[in-house]
């Protein structure tokens, strides 16, 4: 144990960019994936369309895929992403953002739909319908799905290390690859450290579930 | 004074292979209670949804007011603010308490604020009997005080017609009239109802016309008197036959 904590202050810089990566990209794709839900189940067929061809496209690629995209060929079409960690943000988020969209479309479909006729038959519209009504209903069903997307995301922040972002992972190979007699060790450090985030992100979940709980 | 306020000229709509409303023409006058009768499947509850779009239809007009409904958008949100609609399963917002039920339409569709939308809202939650409910969530309510807490959310828009779609069927026997004797007394000060029900002691004392459909067609409308002494179809006789012996 003496490996990880003499390289304490790399591990810990490194953690430091796996969780602005995760926070900030799980931010971005639970805005996002919430737009594309509303857009997949809204009355306009173009909007449904587009929503559903983004999330089949985007979740069906592999995500070293979509780093891929970003970095070597959207240059060449005169799309220059900022190097490093905001192009990962960018990966990160539209991929994550596919999958946020899923779980909260499955909640929304969760909620008997009485509920949204009920709210148009009183003369809401469809926004009003969704976020009044709906949505605010499908939040507690789709916490468990939506923290599941957000521990994948935590770990697949981990791909950026292929793409010139030092997280975590990038620091625990330099440590294995300094001290290579204890490689193994120095990789048990990094399994330790994501584990930092996921367990309370696990626990978290479980008190904004009886948080927003109501009895129907 | 008696001019049409919804008016349905042949409407006609399919559930897939199924001829569920079928040249189906109907009209509601202001201030009149048409009280919409018949068999299971026979198209009564769809022709209720059809008036505020809740279902749409494959040909024929319907318009409110004098309008045509409109498709599917703002138009259509402010055409239904003007028609209230009672459910069979009440469809109380479940995450909302009886209060904020009655005041959200108030707030986000008539613009009100917060103190006005709350005493209207109270005043129409005091006159359906369920007041000291208003901080409750409907969960918490029995099944014939939801429904009364739906007719006040329904009311509180002001609307010009009031659609009632099976509204005591999914209550406890001893739950029905005190949701009757609202719609009684609603009837009473001059309301325009639609009401879709298979409570025949309603439809007696409160309707002004009956309309009896079957296999998705208006087969027989009559004032309550006429229908029930003295039907002209078979398939009325045949119906109230099976429904008024106990």
Known sequence: MDLIADNLPAYLSGFRVTLQLTVISGAVALVWGTVLAAMRVSPVATLRGLAVTYVELLRNTPLTLVFFFLVFVAPQFGVLPPLGFWTAVIALSAYTSAFVCEAVRSGVNGVPVGQAEAARAIGLTFGQTLTLVVLPQAVRSVIPPLINVLIALTKNTSVAAGFAVVELLASGRRIALANPSEAVLALVGVGLFYLVITIPAGYLAGVLERKVAFAR | ?246
């Open chain 2, 1 to 246: 004074m008696t001019q049409p306020l919804v008016v349905l000229e042949h409407v006609e709509k399919h559930f897939g292979a199924l001829h569920v409303l079928q040249d189906v023409n109907l009209t509601v006058r202001r201030g009149e209670v048409v009280v919409v009768i018949g068999p299971s499947g026979s198209g009564k509850s769809t022709l209720c949804r059809t008036i505020n779009r809740l279902e749409t239809i494959e040909s024929g007009t319907i318009t409110v007011d004098g309008v045509p409904l409109p498709a599917e958008g703002r138009a259509l949100a402010r055409l239904r603010a003007d028609v209230g609609m009672v459910f069979q399963s009440f469809n109380l917002f479940a995450h909302r308490t009886v209060l904020q039920n009655v005041t959200l339409g108030l707030r986000k569709v008539r613009h009100l604020g917060s103190r006005e939308a709350k005493e209207r809202a109270m005043a129409l939650l005091e006159r359906v009997g369920v007041a000291s409910q208003a901080d409750k969530l409907p969960a918490q309510l029995s099944g014939g005080q939801q429904q009364r807490v739906a007719i006040a959310r329904a009311l509180a828009m002001e609307p010009k017609v009031m659609l009632f779609d099976e509204p005591t069927s999914a209550l406890d026997p001893e739950m029905i009239n005190e949701v009757l004797d609202v719609m009684t007394s609603l009837a009473a000060e001059g309301m325009t109802m639609v009401v879709v029900t298979h409570e025949m002691g309603f439809a007696r004392r409160a309707a002004d016309r009956v309309v009896f459909m079957d296999g998705g067609a208006i087969v027989e409308e009559a004032d309550p008197e006429t229908f029930f002494t003295a039907p002209r179809s078979d398939r009325a006789r045949d119906f109230l036959s099976k429904i008024l012996t106990h």
